[in-house]
Structures are given as C-alpha cells and as structure tokens.
C-alpha cells in the first residue's frame, strides 16, 4: 500500500534556543515539540501532515508558520490567541549528547487551544483524518477541560473509522501531580490503537519493572499494537519479541530521537509495512537523528526517510 494518508498531530512547538556549533559563543533559534519533529519527519516522508495547535499573532508565531509550511505541513488548524505567545525552550546538551531543557511554556497559546472560538472548525476538520497523532505533552500543557476536549477528539477520529496514535512522553515538571498524569495517560491509551511508550517514561511514571509490564497494561486498556522504545536497546514488538537497533551509532545530540523513530514507525505502517519493517524503519531515522545538531535536524538528502514519490501515491482517502 503506497496511499498517501492525512495525518493530523497535535500539541505544542515552541520556539528553541540551542548552544552554536563547535563550542562557539552564544546561543541560535529554532523551534521544536514532541508532536511538531514528528509531523516534520511524516512529511518528510510523504504523507498530508496537519499540525494542531494555537499560536499567537506576533512576529516568532508568523515564523513558526512559515517554518513549518516550508516543510510542507499544513496550518489550517493552527488556531490564533490575540494575546498569547509561543512557549520558548532551551536546550544543554553535555559531552556525551544527553540533553537537558529550560522552560518558558506557563502562559503559552497553545494551552489555551480549546478556548479559542475557531479551534471547533479545526476540531471537525481533524475529526476525518486517517490518522491522529498526539502525547502525554499534548495533554499535560492543557487544563482539564482542554484534556477532555482532546479526549473527545480521539474518540471521534476513532468512530470516524480512523487510527489514533499515542505516545506517553512523561515529564513531572508539567503535570499537578503523578496520579493526574497516569489517570489522563490511562484515558489517552483506552482510544490509541497504536501505542509508542518510551520505558524509562513509564517506569518514572508508575513504577514499571521492565517492557513486559508496560506493554500489559497497554493492552490491557485495549491498545492493540504496542511498540516499547528502549533506547540503545532497540525496542520490543508487540508480540514480545526484540527489534535491536540495527547500526549502533555515536549520538552528538539525542533530541528528538524518539520524535523520529515515532515519525518513520507510523509513516511505514500507514502505507502497509509491516510492525518488524516499521520498527526498523524507526531505528534508522532515529539513529540519523541523533547523529546532527537539533531537535529537527537540517533537509540531508542521505536522511532515511523512505520516502515514496508523489507521482507513485494514490488519492488519500476521501
């Protein structure tokens, strides 16, 4: 199946400040989010990528929107605060590549995407697509009633007969408490068919003791297809088996790894490859990923995207 398919991601992007390349002084801008790398990299890979989410009406938010049209992701459903800004983030990145965040995010417009009067045409568009694609960021930048709304969504594309993809990006700092973020990612995993938990996240948030366990509770909350990423380890299958990584690399920045291996997993399975080919798929671009500067690293035409030309896809569903 080659069948370009409408994916819609939701969340936040923010703008980023990262360190400049070889050690130099000071510091360059980008933008990056959990859900926006992923809707880069399906994009990249062929697929009609919508990004949902809210933004603001000055200068950095009508970047952000050029930004992400240049990579070929469709702003229709990006709805407009009058007053609000994008979040900003900084990242540190020590000598061994692992990473580490700053924050600026409490009064960002995207927390407010519910509240905003246009996001309900945005939410009926996003109702049809072939594929919904969101995080427990997504859910932990919204108030409560914002968590529902985006609850409600899920079910929708899923009566509409569409798939809804789930990753349970974990981080305490933006969550009231444990047991919050474990009741709305029990909520989130009850609509996903596909669910792509990271099993350090997991264990963080509810003490897993090894891939096993997580994947039981996925499926037992009726998340039918379950990837457990384990880093360096690979990942384990649904079926309990392991998918190493296939070509062990020396990462200069690990953000976004996961972002990308979620991207190349849901961009194989939606044109018909099979879990032990999307798996794969998934290593390679996150294992090219790690290897440049970024969250989204720069256009490279040795990137491994597994792109179909355009001219050889069919007419998405209508």
């Not at 939701?10 to 980023?16: F, V």
């Not at 360190?19 to 062929?46: C, I, K, Y």
């Not at 995993?189 to 963080?204: K, M, S, V, W, Y």
């Not at 044109?271 to 090219?288: F, K, T």
Request: with cysteine.
């Amino acid at each position: 199946m080659t069948e370009v398919r409408r994916i819609v991601c939701l969340g936040e992007c923010m703008l980023e400040l990262s360190r400049q390349p070889g050690g130099a002084e000071g510091w360059r801008m980008g933008f990056g989010g959990d859900t926006l790398n992923t809707a880069v990299h399906l994009s990249r890979s062929g697929h009609r990528v919508s990004y949902m989410t809210a933004l603001g009406s000055c200068p950095f938010s009508e970047n952000l929107r050029r930004a992400w049209e240049s990579e070929g992701i469709d702003c229709s459903l990006v709805a407009t605060h009058p007053t609000r800004r994008p979040g900003l983030y900084a990242i540190s990145t020590n000598l061994e590549g692992e990473r580490s965040f700053t924050y600026w995010r409490e009064s960002s417009a995207a927390r407010a995407m519910f509240e905003i009067s246009e996001i309900e045409e945005a939410i009926a568009k996003a109702e049809a697509a072939d594929l919904l694609y969101f995080s427990l960021i997504s859910m932990a930048i919204l108030p409560p009633q914002g968590r529902r709304d985006l609850i409600l969504l899920a079910k929708a594309v899923r009566e509409a007969g569409g798939l809804v993809a789930f990753d349970s990006n974990y981080r305490p700092l933006l969550w009231e408490s444990r047991e919050a973020a474990q009741y709305w990612r029990d909520q989130a995993i009850a609509l996903a068919n596909i669910g792509l938990p990271t099993f350090e996240d997991e264990a963080q948030l509810c003490d897993a003791r090894d891939e096993v366990a997580v994947a039981a509770h996925w499926q037992g909350l009726g998340c039918e297809e379950v990837i457990v990423k384990l880093g360096a380890r690979g990942c384990m299958l649904p079926d309990g088996n392991a998918c190493a990584v296939p070509l062990a690399v020396t990462p200069v920045d690990t953000s976004g790894a996961g972002d990308a291996f979620n991207a190349a997993y849901l961009a194989a399975r939606m044109r018909g490859a099979s879990v032990l080919e999307s798996a794969l798929a998934g290593h390679r671009l996150a294992g090219w990923c790690v290897m440049h500067p970024g969250a989204i690293p720069q256009r490279d035409p040795s990137a491994p995207y597994g792109r179909t030309e355009p001219n050889a896809l069919a007419e998405p569903r209508r």
